[in-house]
């Protein structure tokens, strides 16, 4: 019997051993194969050295899929051209090993380019090329300015994603509710240039659950915020610094952050640098965050389509920051005799859908 049976058991164990190796093949095979579709072609335009842009471009490298080309070029200043390779920092090799950097005339052959701070976006929305582009580390205003200034934004030919780096007003005003539920006056002093900011604000209180009343005034200059501040302050339960001149000068938030100390008012921002300054709460994203938020915005734009009858086919689609941490000052909460949810539980709330 057992003579009988082992040929036919070797044979049966070579078959399903030869069975084996064929799938195993295949399987090894299918990988191989697939790799390179799957794996994605990233060029990144950098217009300044900025912490936070090298913060953003460092994300980018660490995230890019295995097999995937990472292809960095560095702008000169004012200028479209890439920088002549310089002698690296010891930080600077570690933080773009296994970057290669090329020249922008021949950046159009890659599936996405990723321009970072405004520099970049200019300069990448003026060359020529069909790819998909993400303009990223842009502020609200930065981009409106954009708009206005080039046309070549709308261009049919090219799909093209904006990243804005702060959140949208919506989130704000969602902070400021989750801190001060029984509270509905805020005040804000804006300049001239803040009114697609302002209109923003304006929507977001309107459309909030329940209503915010809104009262803004404008500083037209330095000499004129502190009358702005005297207007606004007796009419408000909390104060904003706007993503602006203002909250972009140390001075004029200095200035914002003392009036609504002496009026026991808390003063709600969009950066940790306010927050650290004696603003109570700020909803934010870091460079890292906003990078990961990029590369999410790069894969609709690429994967978009053209041609739509729609009279705006040609628009970006923008986004605004997901504030993914809100950050607390607790010395501040305590004088107020607040008492604040921790940050991650804010940070939840404002993850939730609304």
């Known amino acids: 019997m057992n003579s009988f049976l082992s040929p036919f058991c070797g044979r049966l164990r070579r078959a399903v051993l030869a069975v084996g190796f064929m799938w195993a093949g295949a399987a090894v095979s299918s990988v191989l194969f697939a790799a390179p579709a799957s794996a994605a072609s990233l060029t990144v335009l950098m217009g300044d050295d900025a912490a936070a842009s090298s913060e953003f471009v460092q994300q980018l490298r660490a995230d890019q899929e295995p097999g995937g080309k990472f292809e960095l070029v560095r702008l000169t200043p004012g200028g479209a051209d890439p920088q002549p390779p310089a002698e690296a920092t010891d930080t600077e090799r570690a933080a773009n090993a296994g970057v290669r950097t090329r020249s922008l005339r021949t950046a159009s052959d890659a599936p996405l380019t990723m321009a970072v701070g405004p520099a970049a976006a200019r300069a990448a929305v003026e060359r020529p090329g069909q790819e998909p582009l993400v303009l990223a580390m842009l502020s609200r205003l930065e981009y409106e300015t954009l708009k206005a200034s080039s046309p070549a ?191 991650r539980e804010l940070t939840d709330r404002l993850a939730a859908p609304r």
Do not use: C
Request: proline share 7%; net charge positive.
């Open 153 to 343: 934004l709308r261009r049919g030919d090219r799909r093209v994603g904006v990243l804005l780096r702060d959140p949208a007003m919506a989130d704000q005003l969602a902070l400021i509710t989750a801190v001060l539920p029984q509270k509905h006056r805020i005040g804000v002093v804006a300049t001239p240039e803040s009114e697609p900011l302002v209109r923003e604000l304006q929507r977001a209180a309107q459309g909030a659950n329940p209503p915010w009343d809104l009262r803004v005034e404008y500083a037209p200059d330095a000499k004129s915020l502190a009358n702005a501040l005297r207007q606004v302050v007796p009419l408000s339960d909390a104060l904003m610094v706007l993503p602006d001149l203002i909250g972009d000068s140390q001075a004029a938030t200095l200035s914002v952050l003392r009036a609504g100390a002496s009026a026991g008012l808390p003063v709600f921002g969009a950066s940790e640098g306010l927050v650290r300054s004696g603003g109570l709460a700020a909803a934010v994203s870091t460079p890292s965050q906003l990078a990961q938020q990029a590369r999410l915005l790069g894969q609709k734009v690429a994967s978009a389509g053209t041609g739509s009858s729609s009279s705006n086919s040609n628009a970006p689609l923008v986004e605004a920051a997901t504030p993914a941490t809100v950050r607390v000052n607790a010395t501040v909460a305590r004088g107020l005799g607040l008492r604040m949810p921790e940050e």
